[in-house]
């Protein structure tokens, strides 16, 4: 028998069998409530434009129209710890410098140089001062002007006026934000509700452990909608099957700018017949495949074999197995901490191209920026862990940028996971070029689980129509 979900009086399919809120409902501990409430709605049936992922134009009136008024995810806070540490961020055109101060807070110049236009920076690190390297001219840290070759030469320039212009800058969860526009809402209106859900996880406490970005040959938009839903699962990535629970998975849309996808694990597909597969296969398949928690389960410790015991589910044992092996690795009580936040996908997006993980293992962290143009993207994997309780917070690691011939598999910081993303890989090229080729220039997405794709060329209309 179909479900069906009854929004604005639209009867929407959902994958017969129990759905995300019944599993949830079957663990020992549960979730916030916010992980369990229905969330999702309908936002219509009508297919996408297929130009609007290839199209010069179209492009154009991104760079021009959404990219300088949306809060962009431009550096975390362990990648700049000290005072005169910088990240140069760009995209869509535009070059930032984000400096930490003196007092600890955080700017935003334009990565430019008021003379001749030579870009002061092409790398992150560390300085006391900014110098152009054409000619010399030198700003301080805080962007104020600090000398200028052969001043004699430059009776009309003032320092007000050599003052680096500045971008909004605004921090949150450990994230900092850059917007190059200085109006529209603060960066807590924009993340609306994601600051109040995320106070449970407390990104802040944690610290970057892998970071590996590859240039694609696709549009960023493709990219970044192959990581928006699970319906890809079956066919792309077969060796998930047997513990992630795909169809099953939970579309909600939160707020203008924000919305999630909740895939369980620890649970068989509705793809495959169960027939009397055990509940122990779920989870030594899980721990051979699942990208995000197998690392975890050392050979060398005792946890290495998670076994279920009578009258458990893989699900159950799976949780308990995580909530040992938390308190191992980052200390702390995790005895009532859900199975969901232990071993789940939640993958919230928030407009338009950042994507954290919520709960309490080691959470990926993903981005996407065009690179440069309408054809190619850089796509970013962050995976980042909390700091063991009475240890010193270190230093965020490095991009490790992947060259053109390297697979995300060739990156051993990431694990299995680096497997599954170029599983992702191998449709992204080609589906921009099918685009280009398409006859019907449509694209049609599915009501339900391609919710969130739809909410964000939404979001994006809005933007485009100002």
Known sequence: MTDFNHDDEHEVARCPGPRWEDILAADDVQPPAFVAEDRYRYLGSEPIDAARYYSPEFFGR????????????????????????????????????????????????????????????????????????????TWNTDGSLRDIPCRWDFAHLTDEKMQLPQAAVATWGGYIFVRDNPEGPSLEEYLDPLPEFFKRWKHEDCVTVAWVGKVVKANWKITMEAFMESYHAYVTHPQLMPFTGDANAAYHVLGEHVNVNYTPFGVISPHIKRAELPEQWIVDEFRKYNGRSADNYDPDKDNANVRVPEGKTARQALGEAMRTTSAQMFGGDYSRISESELLDALVYNVFPNFAPWGGFMPNVVYRWRPWPDQDHCLMEVRVIARVPEGQPRPAGVPLHMLGESERWADAPELGVLGGVVDQDMENMELTHEGLKASKNQRVELGDYQETRIRHFHQALDRYLQH
């Open 62 to 137: 991104e760079i021009e129209k959404m990219w300088p008024n949306v809060w962009q995810f431009a550096a975390r806070d362990e990648d700049m710890p000290e005072p005169g540490d910088y990240v140069t961020y760009e995209n869509a055109g535009r070059s930032f410098l984000i400096v930490r101060q003196e007092d600890g807070t955080v700017r935003a110049f334009h990565n430019v140089c008021l003379h001749r236009g030579r870009k002061l920076k092409a790398d992150s690190g560390s300085a006391s001062r900014f110098i152009c390297p054409f000619h010399g001219f």
